[in-house]
Every structure is written in C-alpha cells, then in structure tokens.
C-alpha cells in the first residue's frame, strides 16, 4: 500500500525566511506520480508540480524549489522568501501508475507566514 | 486548458434531506473522476472512484447506498448524499484526469462545502 508522511503539522515563518516542508512516501511500484497541491482557506486545490519517478531533477519555478530524492523516498518543497500569500494548506500527494492519478495525499502541512 | 467544474461550491441542508453535487469536464472527456471529502483541518481521502457506464468502486469504509455516484456520461459525474446527518457536513472535491498514462493531466473541481444542520 502506497503512504505519504507529512511530518509537520504546523510551520510559522516571519516573511522574507526561506521554509522547507518535508514529504516521505512509500510506494511498491517503480513507476509513480509525485504532486505538491497548495490549499488556501477558500478550499480549492491549487496544483503546484507533478513529478515522476523517473525524473529525479530537482526543480525550480520562480520562489519555489523540489528536492526529489529517491534514495530517502522524499519530496521536499522549499519557498525561498516567503511571502505572507504564501500562507496556506501544503499537501504531498502520491499517484501509482496505471491508477489515472488516483491520488493518496498527506495530512498537510499548515504553512503561516507572518509580516 | 483543461477545467473541472462543481456545483454547489456551498449548501446546506436539513438532516435527513438528499444533497446531489455535480462534477463536469469543460472541455475534456473524463471516463473516470475521483471523488475526495475532507473534514475541517483533515486531509482529502478518498471516496470512490467514478467510472462512466459502470458501477463506481468505493473505498473501504464508505457506505455505497449513502453516497449514490453516478457517472451517466463522458463530462458528469455526481455524487448524492442521501439522507444527510451532521456528520456528513464535509468539504466534496472531485478530481478528473484527462487520460490515463505518463502524458495525461489532473484536475480538480473547486470542492463543494456541504453543512448538514
């Protein structure tokens, strides 16, 4: 069975820090999906990256960066100078292949950026 | 590109009542879609998988008489809460993909908060 662990709950940040939000998955399958969603307070999913299993590269859009590392089985997401928009739910998200992107996701992390 | 449509964003209803909320494809053809529910500050599990044509798989634990899908065409699939309790009250988000494999796309509709007085 297929898990993805994110292990903080909560983060606080003043603006301007960099911040780090871990993911740890589990999968049996060699081919899988890698997502990051962004959840502000009105609810709706806000897609951020897919990556595959076969692409290790890390990536970089703008403020934001993804640290795939397979040997750990991690996915972590970094926001470099954060901004207070940045406020929001952060959910990793795990799709096996063949599933149609049938997705597990973590519990999220609640990301707060104070001014 | 590619959009995924709900409908009611927000209700509320009477216990006991019926709620029907509707996932729609814009302008692609969706032969499945993923039904999800998260609970305040929870993450989304899901629900049920919603095949066109055929009868829905549900995940363990979700009662199938209570949440009715039907997914009667390419660009619709609906989710029916029959007789609703507070404890169904619940934000409803249904994803979509555009096809199967490595070049496909997901997306999610816009979730439906469902309060059940």
Known sequence: ?115 | GAVVSQHPSRVICKSGTSVKIECRSLDFQATTMFWYRQFPKQSLMLMATSNEGSKATYEQGVEKDKFLINHASLTLSTLTVTSAHPEDSSFYICSAPTSGGITGELFFGEGSRLTVL
Not at chain 1, 54 to 80: A, H, L, P
């Open chain 1, 1 to 115: 069975a297929q898990k993805v662990t994110q292990a903080q709950t909560e983060i606080s940040v003043v603006e301007k820090e960099d911040v780090t939000l871990d993911c740890v998955y589990e999968t049996r399958d060699t081919t899988y999906y890698l997502f990051w969603y962004k959840q502000p307070p009105s609810g709706e999913l806000v897609f951020l990256i897919r990556r595959n299993s076969f692409d290790e590269q890390n990536e970089i859009s703008g403020r934001y960066s993804w640290n795939f590392q397979k040997s750990t089985s991690s996915f972590n997401f970094t926001i470099t100078a954060s901004q207070v928009v940045d406020s929001a739910v952060y959910f990793c998200a795990l799709s096996e292949a063949g599933s149609n992107y049938k997705l597990t996701f973590g519990k999220g992390t609640l990301l707060t950026v104070n001014p």
